[in-house]
């Protein structure tokens, strides 16, 4: 494993007097919070000016109230305010952190329904498969608005991505608008995390080197943190007494060789084969989606068969204990600030996982195609590891992706319908032409005021 010889962008120096402003669209969900207190860590990031956006004035004003509350607990010395013209915020800013989302739940079950109502099940359908493809174009119409306000306002300012589907996300900022942006998931260091944990390890006790895709990375060597010796072979071994929905991760890591993340639900998004076992029913995810919003903690799968593969995984799902300390440090690497501190204070750090353009970082897939890597973070550059060849099983199903994703793309800033039926004939769960021509039409109807462009 090498690193790539050039960096992928330049941090001001360490030194600066003038302190980093951070625009933060999006300010009402769970990363808001986050992303403060991980400020904390960082000298440089102690006196930030912090600017929090949304499209509601009360949403504003009570992540104000938040920031000032972490500011005030954590002993820093921030500048913050809110509103809700972003391109305010964007001017003159250092970093922008984006968490967007509209009506987030919603739309996802609507998303799942309209594609089961086609014959198409999917496990979750979220960021891939048909379902995937609506809420990715949802999301690409909203952040071709903020790219624009950028490249027009502040083209320099450089973009941590927290919003899924971050793949899709990031190819429009980077490929088509050339915002130097990244992606930061707690996908990989989350599951290996509670991985560890399930085997009476600490969250920490495992270190990966991992690549792939957003919510589809593959653990490539796993080392023992204390003793750097190979982890995989007692991993292969302990991890099939572990808990119920990584069988599928399971079943692959003994077909492809490698153990691929984060957890069954995201995995099975890019996988024709993910809903064939009798423990991922055809509907499984669109009932757990149901159960779940109807409070799962009370019901726990009450209203299925009590052995029945659902009823299983809603028990699962609810009384899972871990991870059993969140707050441990391994759980918090992937906060916003452990990925802007290292690159404005010019520090040396390494990051498990970050998601950015290839750029030969993994040798078989396309130098343009948006990828998950682990990266140097130095003197203000990010450096991604050369981590080279994917086995030709998982680089093939990594490509497949990226060029769903590509004509999405497209397709969503075109406003191209042939473009994005394309994409749904070239998904895995898809097998008609009938089925993609309905998914689209339904999909297309259901969001003509998310998705203008196609009207």
């Avoid at 064939?276 to 509907?283: A, K, L, R, S």
């Avoid at 726990?300 to 009823?311: H, L, V």
Wanted: aromatic share 8%; hydrophobic share 40%; glycine share 8%.
């Amino acid at each position: 494993m090498q690193t790539q010889t050039q960096g992928t962008s330049t941090a001001k120096s360490s030194s600066q007097t003038k302190p980093v402003k951070v625009a933060m669209i999006g300010a009402s969900g769970i990363f808001f919070g986050k992303s403060i207190t991980s400020f904390a860590k960082y000298e440089c990031l102690r006196d930030a000016e912090i600017v929090a956006v949304d499209i509601e004035q009360d949403i504003v004003d009570a992540a104000v109230s938040k920031a000032k509350k972490i500011n005030k607990e954590e002993g820093m010395n921030m500048t913050i305010s809110g509103t809700l013209d972003r391109k305010e915020a964007i001017e003159g800013a250092d970093w922008v952190i984006t968490a967007v989302e509209k009506n987030r739940f919603d739309f996802w079950k609507q998303d799942v329904f309209i594609a089961e109502k086609h014959g198409v099940g999917q496990v979750c359908g979220e960021n891939g498969g048909p379902a995937g493809v609506f809420h990715a174009l949802r999301q690409l119409t909203i952040f071709q608005g903020i790219s624009e306000d950028i490249v027009s306002l502040n083209p320099s300012v450089r973009v941590a991505n927290l919003s899924n589907p971050m793949t899709h996300i990031l190819m429009l900022m980077k490929n088509h608008y050339n915002i130097e942006s990244y992606g930061i998931c707690h996908g990989l260091l989350g599951c290996t995390g509670v991985l560890a944990e399930t085997m009476g390890m600490e969250p920490d006790a495992i270190e990966p080197i991992a690549a792939g895709l957003n919510h589809f990375v593959w653990i490539l060597e796993m080392h023992h943190a204390e003793t750097g010796e190979d982890f995989y072979p007692e991993f292969k071994k302990r991890v099939r007494d572990n808990i119920f929905y990584n069988k599928l991760s399971i079943e692959c890591m003994d077909i492809f060789g490698k153990y691929p993340v984060p957890y069954d639900s995201h995995i099975s998004e890019y996988l024709s084969f993910a809903g064939q076992e009798g423990w991922e029913d055809h509907d499984l995810y669109s009932k757990l989606f149901q159960l779940n919003q109807a409070d799962a903690k009370h019901k726990k799968g009450a209203e299925f068969e009590p052995d029945s593969p659902i009823a299983l995984l809603a028990i699962e799902e609810t009384s899972n204990k871990y991870p059993a300390n969140p707050n441990h440090p391994r759980y918090r690497e992937d906060d916003a600030g452990e990925l802007i501190g290292p690159l404005v204070a010019g520090s040396k750090e390494f990051r498990p996982a970050v998601t950015v353009q290839n750029q030969g970082a993994i040798s078989n897939l396309p130098m343009d195609a948006i990828v998950e890597v682990p990266s140097y973070l130095h003197n203000g550059h990010l450096y991604p590891l050369s981590v080279g060849e994917l086995p030709l099983g998982i680089a093939s199903l990594c490509q497949r992706q990226i060029d769903i994703q590509r004509l999405i793309v497209e397709g969503s800033i075109k406003g191209d319908r042939g473009l994005i039926l394309e994409s749904l004939l070239l998904d895995p769960h898809v097998r008609t032409i009938k089925q993609a021509r309905g998914i689209l039409e339904d999909g297309l109807n259901a969001y003509k005021v998310e998705l203008p462009q196609f009207f």
